[in-house]
């Protein structure tokens, strides 16, 4: 059977691609047993995600990390590559509106020049591979083809020393704001702090907390409250975001977290070492486990959620799916 033809082998591991490609959300760790998510149900967005840099022909394929690639026509119908940690690739896909499908044999693969080489058994296929800016092009051989796949899902990590930080002043409230550029990205570098008519608060009443961490936000509010120039962040701007510190949801955080604000214990400082500038900070002093943003797209189900970011104390970054009408932070992005 030629792996790089989809067929629709039965329903499984839709869990598993939002596993990895949301960075193992609600694994929780030793040190910290808040660690688990909190409310937000990780996994249900199946999105491509993050880094490796490289190009065709010098291994930029070699997946140290959890990687899915994504590619969708016009039609919402997709296909989609998975690389675990330990040489193992899941393909699947899904027609239209339907349910993703994922084959439930991981197939062993390796690299050799800008070949991918993907065995079963005694079988194995070859397609050569090229990668220019975030796409990646798949020419398969053999009795099945599958010529030019276009996939999402590379950033190239930037250089900290590259990062350009600023300031911008909301005209409707004159408050002024941090930025940090990030390679093309240019981020707020605070949580939004716009009081709008309703649909918005400072966590736990305390004007304090928003001097600090800013406002939460319903969904449906936090959609419009950036200001003129700035938007709330689509899902693949996170992602961009985490591929620009490297790519490994494990670590992103940590690089994106604010150098104080987040729980000290006995054993173990979760402060972050914030080498873009992007200061990110948990929900308030008295919930210190995680910081949660929105995004601006709905959940997978259509069931009144939408998604999410998490930043855990551990450093980990996920994507989860949270009730529209809960209230969380707003990063805003150009």
Request: contains cysteine.
């Amino acid at each position: 059977m030629n792996f790089f033809t989809f067929t629709k082998l039965g329903r499984t591991l839709l869990m598993l691609t939002a596993v990895i490609a949301v960075g193992l959300a609600g694994c929780g760790g030793d040190d910290n047993p808040n660690d688990n998510g909190g409310n937000n149900n990780g996994g249900n967005n199946t999105g491509g995600n993050n880094n490796n840099s490289g190009g065709g022909g010098n291994g930029g394929l070699v997946l140290g990390k959890d990687e899915a690639w994504v590619d969708c026509d016009e039609n919402s119908d997709c296909e989609a590559l998975v690389f675990t940690k330990d040489g193992k690739v899941y393909f699947g896909g899904k027609e239209g509106d339907g349910d993703w499908v994922f084959n439930n044999t991981a197939r062993q693969y390796s690299t050799s020049g800008n070949k991918l080489i993907i065995s079963l058994g005694g079988d194995s296929d070859t397609a050569t591979y090229s990668i220019s800016g975030n796409k990646l092009t798949l020419n398969a051989s053999g009795a099945y083809t599958r010529t030019s796949g276009v996939v999402t899902g590379i950033v190239e990590p930037i250089d900290p020393n590259t990062v350009v930080k600023g300031t911008f002043t909301d005209s409707r409230d004159k408050k002024t704001y941090k930025t940090v550029k990030i390679g093309s990205q240019t981020w707020m570098a605070e949580n939004l702090n716009y009081e709008t008519a309703s649909g918005s608060k400072c966590w736990g009443d305390s004007a304090a907390n928003c001097a600090t961490y800013g406002r939460v936000y319903t969904w449906e509010v936090a959609k419009t409250a950036c200001p003129s120039g700035y938007h709330l962040p689509e899902p693949d701007e996170w992602r961009m975001l985490i591929g620009a510190t490297g790519g490994n949801m494990e670590e992103a955080g940590n690089k994106l977290k604010s150098k104080s604000g987040w729980p000290i214990t006995a054993t173990k400082d979760y402060n972050g070492t914030d080498d873009y500038g992007f200061s990110a900070l948990p929900r308030s002093k008295a919930f210190g486990d995680e910081g949660v943003w929105w995004t601006n797209e709905k959940g997978f189900f259509d069931d009144g959620r939408a998604v999410s970011v998490i930043i855990y104390t551990l450093g980990k970054v996920a994507f989860g799916e949270s009730f529209s009408t809960d209230q969380y932070y707003v990063r805003c992005v150009k």
